[in-house]
C-alpha cells in the first residue's frame, strides 16, 4: 500500500499591491489547490481585534488566525496568501514566495485601488525597506524562499509556471 501524495503547503507573501492574491488563485487554479486569502478569511470569521481607522485595516488576531488555519494546513495543498509571515508556525510550508514589485508600479497600483496617502506611504516605504524579504528570511529556511518579480502579467504567467514546476519536482521527488 502506497500512501497518498503528500501536497506542499505554500505561502505568497508581499508588500500589499504585489499582485499575492492574483497569482494565487491563478496557482491554485492551475494544479487543484485551496487558495486562502488571510485578509479575507479574519474578516469572515472574525479573527480580529477590531478596525484601525488610521491604516484603514482590521487588526488581525493572530493566534486565532493560527488556530483556524492549523487544521486546515494539516490537509496540505494550500496556499496561503498574506503580506506578513512571522506569526505562522515555520513548519507549515513548504515553499515561501515572496513578491517583488518596482515602486514606480507599484504606486499607481496602490492609488487605483483608492488607498488613503497614509496607506500607499507604509506600503511604499515597506518595499523599498524589503520588509516582507526580511521578514521571511528571519522566519523561514533560506533555501524555501523564494523571491519572484512581479512587475508585469508577463511576470505573473512566469511566476505561476515557476510554482507549477516547483510543486511538480517536489510531489515527483516523494518527499513528506
Ligand atoms: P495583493 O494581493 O498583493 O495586494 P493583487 O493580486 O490584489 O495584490 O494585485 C493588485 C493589483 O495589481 C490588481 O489589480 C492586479 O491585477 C494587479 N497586478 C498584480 N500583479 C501584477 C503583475 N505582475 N502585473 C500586472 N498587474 C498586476
Ligand atoms: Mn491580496
Ligand atoms: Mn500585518
Known amino acids: 500500500m502506497t500512501s497518498p501524495t503528500y501536497r506542499p503547503n505554500i505561502l505568497v507573501t508581499g508588500t500589499p499591491g504585489t499582485g499575492k492574491t492574483t497569482t494565487s488563485e491563478l496557482i491554485a487554479l492551475a494544479v487543484g489547490f485551496q487558495h486562502i486569502e488571510v485578509g479575507k ?4 470569521k472574525q479573527l480580529h481585534n477590531g478596525f484601525d481607522e ?6 488581525l488576531d493572530e493566534d486565532k ?9 494539516q490537509e496540505g495543498g ?3 496568501d498574506h503580506h506578513g ?14 513578491l517583488r514589485t ?3 508600479v507599484l504606486y499607481p497600483r496602490l492609488k487605483k485601488r483608492n488607498y488613503n496617502t ?17 521578514e521571511a528570511r528571519a522566519s523561514y529556511k533560506e533555501e524555501i524562499v523564494k523571491e519572484l518579480q512581479s512587475n508585469s502579467l508577463n511576470d505573473m504567467e512566469d511566476n505561476v509556471d515557476w510554482v507549477e514546476s ?7 521527488s516523494g518527499r513528506q
Open 41 to 44: 478569511l479574519v474578516k469572515e
Open 54 to 59: 488610521e491604516f484603514q485595516s482590521w487588526l
Open 65 to 73: 488566525v493560527v488556530d483556524e488555519l492549523e487544521p486546515i494546513m
Open 78 to 80: 494550500k496556499i496561503i
Open 85 to 98: 509571515c512571522d506569526f505562522f508556525p515555520e513548519r507549515w510550508f513548504d515553499l515561501v514566495v515572496v
Open 102 to 104: 518596482d515602486n514606480s
Open 118 to 134: 497614509n496607506k500607499i506611504t507604509e506600503n511604499i516605504e515597506c518595499e523599498i525597506m524589503e520588509v516582507v524579504v526580511e
Open 166 to 172: 516547483w510543486i511538480n519536482e517536489f510531489e515527483a
